[in-house]
């Protein structure tokens, strides 16, 4: 079916419905949500439209104006349905949820995949599960830590445990448009937390430990101390580039990316393959077997 014939179906079936309290659904909104259903990225079914409605109100459209700034003046930008895809919606690839799920819901600790707990006994409201609990007990080096708490420009942000008590990240900041200098830290993992907590946060592991580690230790020393230790000696400039060679300048996913990349050849695919940008949500999709990553829990 031609898109245009069905996004215009679309459209006919829900324009003019309101939502929450008489927020109204524009038909720009309809369009680009429409455009996600087409392309297979958004399941319906676990991400509404109002949701999503609300998520483009208050995180895409602001996040996408400062992501075209890295564009030159005589450079045509990408529309924001691009950006959309790019960004795969702030969707995870794997599960079709959305980095930006309310964090206020009933979660299944038995089953993290869980939608609808009414009949199982193990679960437990939000307000009674401790995340930081859970988060700080299940963390192991070289597990892939991706928060929806957007930065420069991208959905989303990523960083990597380089042992089981340290996180290593390349944070980003209000200047990151320019650049921003010795923007590489480790902090603990409960520090790591509280700064993220306000969002779902994401853990995946890579089956083979052996890799993991490689990847924990490829970091630590590309990207903090070349002799290992606590004193950061290297310093890296927060910049988006299209460069995936290269560790300076560096962002939050193509630190994870590069770790497991460089450290064990053949486990990721070519990193050109999904755009010159790495989004952080879009990472679980690089890895091949047998190293696809394990979704380990959301806290």
Same mark, same amino acid.
């Given at each position: ?29 309809? *369009? ?25 109100? &208050? ?7 400062? +992501? ?11 529309? +924001?349905?691009?950006?959309? !895809?790019? *960004? ?7 599960? #079709? ?8 819901? @009933? ?11 009414? &009949? ?22 070289? &597990? ?21 008590? $340290? ?18 830290? #480790? ?12 969002? $779902? ?14 990847? @924990?230790?490829?970091? &630590?020393? *590309? ?6 230790? #606590? ?10 580039? @299209? ?12 630190? !994870?990316? #590069? ?31 047998? +190293? ?8």
């Amino acid at each position: 079916m031609n898109i245009n014939v069905l996004l215009l179906t679309l459209l006919i079936v829900v324009k003019g419905q309101t939502f929450g309290q008489n927020a109204t659904i524009s038909d720009e909104t309809l *369009n680009a949500y429409n455009f996600g259903v087409y392309r297979g990225i958004i399941d319906p079914n676990k991400y509404s439209l109002e949701l999503f409605a609300q998520h483009d109100r &208050d995180v895409f459209r602001k996040t996408y104006q400062d +992501y075209i700034t890295l564009y030159n003046e005589q450079d045509e930008p990408i529309s +924001y349905h691009e950006w959309l !895809v790019m *960004n795969n919606y702030g969707i995870m690839p794997d599960t #079709q949820e959305s980095l930006f799920k309310d964090k206020n819901i @009933a979660r299944c600790i038995g089953c993290d995949d869980c939608d609808s707990c009414e &009949d199982c006994e193990s679960c437990e409201s939000e307000e009674n599960t401790d995340y930081k609990k859970l988060f700080l007990q299940v963390v192991k080096t070289g &597990d892939i830590l991706i928060s929806g708490k957007s930065r420069g420009g991208l959905i989303g942000h990523a960083a990597l445990m380089v042992s089981d008590y $340290w996180v290593l990240e390349m944070r980003g900041g209000s200047r990151w448009k320019k650049g921003i200098k010795n923007n590489n830290r #480790q902090l603990s993992k409960k520090d790591w937390y509280d700064k993220n907590k306000s969002e $779902w946060t994401t853990v995946y592991r890579c089956p083979d430990k052996k890799a993991a580690e490689r990847a @924990a230790l490829w970091a &630590d020393r *590309n990207y903090f101390n070349p002799r290992g230790g #606590q004193e950061k000696t290297i310093r890296i400039t927060y910049k988006i580039t @299209a460069d995936f060679e290269c560790t300076n300048p560096s962002y939050s996913s193509k630190l !994870v990316l #590069q770790s497991y990349y460089f450290s064990t050849p053949g486990i990721i695919r070519d990193p050109s393959e999904y755009g010159e940008i790495i989004v952080p949500n879009a990472i679980p999709a690089y890895f091949l077997d047998p +190293y696809k990553l394990r979704k380990i829990g959301k806290y």
